[in-house]
């Protein structure tokens, strides 16, 4: 079954055409590698999947239902969830409450006036266990803005996995990340995979990244979908290493 | 963690003891029980805006508006409905609260200036309505004509309007039902999307929360609690003016609020005392009190910018 189904997606802002006439499917349980130069199209791509603006042309459905009119919530009510490249946070709140707020409002009490023990205790336990997830359990009551840059990405990763969510979307997970941090969040995210069977898209640069966990991976080049295949098949692709590939070595 | 809210208690205590013996304390320290009640009702309006500035990170600069509305709906409602004070306190936070309900749906998907520039204009309607509508409203006089009336207990009425002290406690009791429900609220799964949104909106879009229904929630509370504090102010006064609309009433909430610090729950309450005792006390001496009030605001925010309750609170961590 297929989470995601993106057809003939186009995007304009004025006479730039960020992202042209593309198409996508992605299976459940699948890991999914978006690459690209700079300027591909990538994060405008992503803006359409979460529903940061809508498509210019184009449908996109979610777990079987057309999803291409509803705004960010909705989509977000219905199991998807996203981090950003730049880390997105409530930063002069400790990473306990900002897991809990996503808790919170997954577990639909968004608008309760009151919570009461039992619920609580529930969503309590459920940020422990997403804390202990992404490694975070010694860190509950520290100010998420004083963390380390790897650790602010790890909560927010957390703020995603603690909404359940059937798809999580991350952009550029490693963007601005030293070797051992990158490790440990390939790692993660890795693990997310495979011992949790999340449905995950990313977008990312770092080819070892992408090379070590993609199950497939499409290219996108100048708004255009270029290639899409298996880690294998995109490395023996020519169309990428002249556009793509090449370049970056 | 416990002696965390050991701390907190003690405080809390502390400042409920304070305020329940203010008639006591204040006068032999040169006040008077008038200008404590004063402090309560301006306070409770300077936590309202609070609520909405503090905790959902939105600043609207014409919530006098719904503190205006709040004082004519009492006053007309003691002048010419029934002389019952507590019908007249419903009255002046319903008149408030609809008015910021059905506002609310047009301002809250404006975001910053923008926000703040619309509810100025909106606050300045109603500021016209009462100054131009004389026959209902008094026009530029104010409304008069109405005194609080006792409060009937069935068994013994209370005397609110010729004992200070009585009436010091009503207003006191009815501020504590509603920081007590603004406190609630905070504390609850909504009161943390509120602040979720304050901290960071876009991330709050992609928690799943719809951001514009949470702030048209929080600011339709806040004008209930407005209208309840104005309703309030006009019985302090018997009277309701005109000017208690206008924007620049606005301005002094915010004033105290940020002056007080508008991270802190009880950071307006400090900023509306010093701001009122102040005015008390200087407009006696100069008509230019406000410029001196202003310098202390200027002072507040170039070394305290967490306010005077957040400076006293870091001090001591």
Redesign the interface.
């Known amino acids: 079954m297929n989470v995601l189904e993106i057809q003939n997606v186009t995007k304009r802002f004025g006479n730039l055409v960020a992202v042209r006439d593309v198409s996508m499917t992605v299976a459940k349980g699948e890991l999914r590698a978006i690459i690209g130069p700079n300027g591909a199209g990538k994060t405008t791509f992503f803006n359409l999947i ?1 529903g940061f603006f809508p498509p210019t042309s184009g449908a996109i459905t979610f777990d079987g239902r057309d999803i291409t009119k509803l ?3 909705q989509r ?2 219905l199991g998807m ?2 981090t ?1 490249q730049i880390t ?6 400790t990473v306990f ?1 900002n897991v ?3 808790a ?3 577990g639909g ?7 009461n023990a039992s619920a609580k205790a529930q969503i309590h336990r459920r940020v422990e266990e997403t804390l202990k997830l992404v490694s975070l359990e010694t860190k509950t009551d520290r100010l998420v803005g004083e963390l380390a840059h790897g650790d602010q990405r790890a909560a927010e990763i957390a ?1 995603a996995l603690a ?1 359940r969510p059937h798809l999580l979307l991350l952009d550029e997970p490693t963007a601005g990340m030293g070797d051992q941090e990158t490790y440990q969040i390939t790692q993660l995210i890795r693990r997310l995979h495979r011992d949790s069977n999340y449905t995950i898209v990313l977008i990312e640069h770092d080819m070892r990244v992408v090379f070590h966990l993609a199950d497939r991976i499409s290219v996108l080049d100048q708004g255009r979908m270029l290639a899409e295949g298996t880690p294998q098949e995109i490395a023996a692709n020519e169309t990428v290493q002249a556009a793509y590939l090449g370049n970056a070595a | 963690m416990s002696a965390e809210q050991t701390r907190k208690l003690i405080v809390l205590a502390a400042i409920w003891a304070t305020l329940v013996l203010a008639p006591y304390w204040m006068v032999p320290l040169g006040g008077y029980t008038a200008l404590a009640t004063r402090v309560l009702v301006l306070g409770l309006a300077a936590m309202s805006v609070n609520f909405l500035l503090g905790f959902t990170g939105v600043l609207s600069f014409g919530h006098a508006a719904y503190f205006g509305l709040g004082a004519y709906g009492a006053g007309l409602t003691l002048k010419f409905l029934a002389p019952s004070t507590p019908l007249a306190l419903v009255a002046g936070m319903l008149l408030g609260g609809v008015c910021g309900a059905i506002l609310g749906t047009l301002i809250v998907r404006r975001r910053g200036v923008y926000f703040a520039m619309v509810t100025i204009a909106f606050g300045q309607v109603f500021y016209y309505i009462a100054f131009q509508w004389s026959s209902l409203t008094g026009g530029d006089d104010g409304l008069r004509g109405f005194s609080r009336q006792p409060i009937d207990f069935g068994l013994f009425k209370l005397d609110i309007l010729s004992d200070a002290n009585n009436f010091y406690f009503f207003v006191l009791f009815c501020f504590a039902l509603v920081v007590a429900a603004m406190g ?2 905070l504390r ?3 009161g ?2 509120m ?2 949104i304050r ?2 909106e ?2 709050s ?7 514009e229904r ?1 702030i048209w ?1 929080a600011f339709t509370l806040s004008c209930f609690f407005m209208g309840f504090a104005g309703a309030l102010y006009a019985l302090v006064n018997n009277f309701a003016d005109p000017r208690g609309l206008h924007y620049s009433q606005s301005g002094d909430f915010v004033m105290m609020a940020v002056m007080g610090g508008m991270r802190s729950f009880w950071g307006p309450l400090l900023g509306a005392a010093v701001f009122v005792v102040l005015q008390d006390y200087l407009s006696s001496i100069t008509v230019n009190w406000m410029s001196f009030v202003g310098l202390l605001f200027v002072l507040v925010v170039l070394f305290f910018p967490r306010g005077l309750l957040g400076f006293i609170q870091r001090s001591k961590a």
């Open positions: 979460s705004a960010t919530h977000v009510t969830a996203r950003f997105e946070i409530f930063p002069e709140l409450e809990r707020i996503a919170e409002v997954a009490y968004r608008l309760r006036p009151w919570i703020m909404l | 609630f609220i609850s799964p909504f943390r999307t602040i979720a901290e960071n876009r991330r879009r992609f928690l799943g929360i719809p951001v949470h929630i």
